[in-house]
Structure formats: C-alpha cells, structure tokens
C-alpha cells in the first residue's frame, strides 16, 4: 500500500453502480446462463442485458450483463456465488475509471478469464445503475 492510499481511503461513494457479466461458452453453458437469468430476473431488481452471442468490448467470452444498483449488492452477489454453476462471472464496480473497474478492483465468482484491457479508458462518467426490467416475485 502507498502512502496516498493509507491516508486517504477510497470512499464507497465512487461506486455509482455494479455489473456482473455472466458468461458462456457452448450449448450447455449458454443453458445454464438462460437458467440463471430467468431465476435472477423472478428475485432481483436489476437491469438485465441483451444476450451477447459473440464477445464485445473487453470481454473474451460471450456473456449478458446485469446492471444493479449498490443495494442490490449483499443479496445478488452471494446468490451467484452459490448458483453459477460452474460459469464465469464478473462483477465490478462502475467508478468514474472503467480500466481499472474491470482489471484491479472487481472480484470474479468461478474461473477468471481475461479482459481486453486497450477497450477501456481511464477517465469517464460513472455510470449510475440501470433502469430495472425486472419484476421479481421471489425471495433469493
Ligand atoms: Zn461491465
């Protein structure tokens, strides 16, 4: 740790919002990652993507993203890890630094994968949680 970050922590009040990216590879992992998101989508309020079939921006996999806000965290995240089944998720926070978002600061649930670093920048808006398309009816 250097000195900067000794006197002055970071304060949560950077992270505007959470994504976990939930990817796949193959006919059985594209079935677990449909199995996921129906059962995410009946308890959770979050912001599901659009299936990405073929890897975009700085992921190697193809995968969908889950927008949530930082409430949603404590539920959401310990219900994937118990639930991935063997998929690779990402979840990183979303600061006003995305590079560093998605290579230093997030934590992985199963295997890590790479990350297209050179995609992503060093300074912009941070982006707020997505508007929920989710109406859940169960509890996790
Ligand atoms: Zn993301």
Same mark, same amino acid.
């Given at each position: ?14 992270? *505007? ?9 193959? &006919?059985?992992?594209? &079935? @677990? ?31 969908? &993203? ?17 639930? @991935? ?7 990183? #926070?979303?600061?006003?630094? #995305? ?6 600061? #997030? ?28 109406? #859940?009816?169960?509890? *996790?």
């Amino acid at each position: 740790m250097n000195a900067a970050q000794a006197n002055s922590p970071r304060p949560l009040a950077e992270i *505007a919002s959470y994504h976990a990216h939930i990817y796949y590879d193959g &006919q059985a992992e594209r &079935q @677990h990652a449909e199995w996921l998101r129906l059962r995410i989508g009946e308890r959770f309020r979050v912001r599901l993507g659009n299936w990405r079939d073929e890897p975009v921006g700085p992921h190697e996999q193809a995968m969908y &993203q889950v927008s949530f806000a930082t409430e949603i965290f404590a539920t959401l995240v310990p219900w994937l890890m118990l639930n @991935h089944g063997g998929l690779s998720i990402l979840i990183h #926070p979303n600061t006003t630094n #995305p590079k560093r978002d998605h290579l230093v600061d #997030p934590l992985w649930i199963g295997r890590a994968l790479g990350v297209h670093a050179e995609v992503l920048g060093e300074e912009d808006e941070a982006e707020a949680a997505l508007e929920v398309n989710t109406e #859940p009816t169960l509890g *996790a």
